[in-house]
């Protein structure tokens, strides 16, 4: 239990840490989740998790942090049970693949500029990080997504508009 919550409060830091410095190097794009947070609460009030739904250009920072700096850029090896063919490529019988989410993010064919932090492309797109959409899989998907990804998504925000307010 302890690995877990280790791993948990390690990787939800170093995600506020990414965005704040993708903020940072982008300081009209800090200036204006500022000013949503601030048209919501005001200069006094203090950010609740039931606010974060207001907030869409901050949830489009988190997914644009996600999709460029994802908690663990290479997800839980996978076995083959038989010999498959992936992408052109035969994965022979009890071999291992691991699924990159740090190239999956970056990927050209994807995302357009992808190395840029664009929240922007998240205002009018519904793609989430809960492995429905696999453009965005900084969590896996299916039966070995993290189990500690609602804690982190509720987290991340609440931490990040917290700082920006």
Known sequence: MKDLFVAGTDTISSTVEWAMAELLSNPEKMAKAQKEIRGVLGNEGIVQESDISKFPYLQSIVKETFRLHPPAPLLVPHKAATDVEICGFILPENSQALVNAWAI???????????AFMPERFLECDIDVKGRDFELIPFGVGRRICPGMPLAHRMVHLMLASLLH
């Open 105 to 115: 993010g970056r990927d050209p064919s994807t995302w357009s500029n992808p190395n």
